[in-house]
């Protein structure tokens, strides 16, 4: 029984030893497929850095366009930036109709404070013309602080927003292992953030291209 026995445990040890090889096999030709890939999107990022200023080049370091294409592999952060790209340009288009609308009804405003300026002068007795003509000019000044007040506020607004999207950004690429990217508001990192976003969009848009066949 025990020789028994031992015959059945070497079996389930070969059988073991054989799924660990098979494996073992499988993980290393992921890990070659992985570093191809890896070779690969930094090639092409070194090739993209070259168009950049010469500025911008001699920050994006080896190691650092090397942990980008590490970052790329899998295709989550394309995904993820496409999807802030696409945030931003919503909320640029809301802000800007925003805008747009104040300065509509401020328009409106302006027309017809006119009109009614007007009307108000050719049914005015001569007399109290002077009079009229001081109040209605008090009345002018006084709505155009209230819009260029209004229009401050709106400009204030759009710059808040906008400057929060951007740590929205850091934020996000920070949390999904992007290199480079962490809530800063110094000029020159934030330039350094944007030239590595501008990679990752030029080398997504190279990705979508179709392959050209050898010929």
Same mark, same amino acid.
């Given at each position: ?14 059988a073991?030893a ?13 890990q ?19 168009e ?23 295709g ?5 930036? !496409?999807? +802030?790209?696409?945030?931003?340009? @919503?909320? *640029?288009?809301?802000?800007?109709? %925003?805008?747009?609308? /104040? ?32 109040a ?15 229009q ?31 809530i800063?508001?110094?000029? !020159?990192? +934030?330039?350094?953030?944007?030239? @590595?976003? *501008?990679?990752?969009?030029?080398? %997504?848009?190279?990705? /979508? ?6 010929s």
């Amino acid at each position: 029984m025990a020789r028994f026995g031992t015959g059945f445990a070497y079996e389930d040890a070969a059988a073991a030893a054989a799924g660990t090889g098979l494996a073992g096999a499988g993980a290393g030709e992921r890990q070659a497929r992985q570093q191809a890939r890896h070779y690969q999107l930094l090639s092409e990022l070194q090739a993209l850095v070259k168009e950049l200023p010469s500025s911008s080049q001699q920050r994006l370091s080896y190691t650092i366009l090397s942990d980008l294409a590490l970052a790329l592999i899998d295709g989550t952060v394309f995904e993820i930036v !496409q999807g +802030l790209l696409e945030i931003q340009h @919503l909320t *640029e288009r809301n802000l800007y109709n %925003q805008r747009l609308k /104040l300065h509509n009804e401020h328009r409106v405003l302006k027309q017809e404070m006119h009109h009614k300026h007007k009307e108000a002068q050719q049914s005015c007795k001569p007399h109290n013309l002077p009079l009229l003509k001081a109040a209605q000019q008090r009345e002018q000044e006084a709505m155009e602080q209230r819009i260029h007040d209004e229009q401050q506020m709106m400009d204030e607004k759009i710059v808040l927003e906008l400057d929060q999207k951007v740590v929205d950004q850091q934020s996000t690429l920070e949390k999904a292992g992007v290199s480079g990217f962490y809530i800063t508001t110094n000029p !020159q990192e +934030l330039t350094l953030q944007m030239n @590595l976003l *501008e990679l990752i969009r030029k080398l %997504q848009q190279k990705e /979508l291209q179709p392959r050209k066949p050898f010929s």
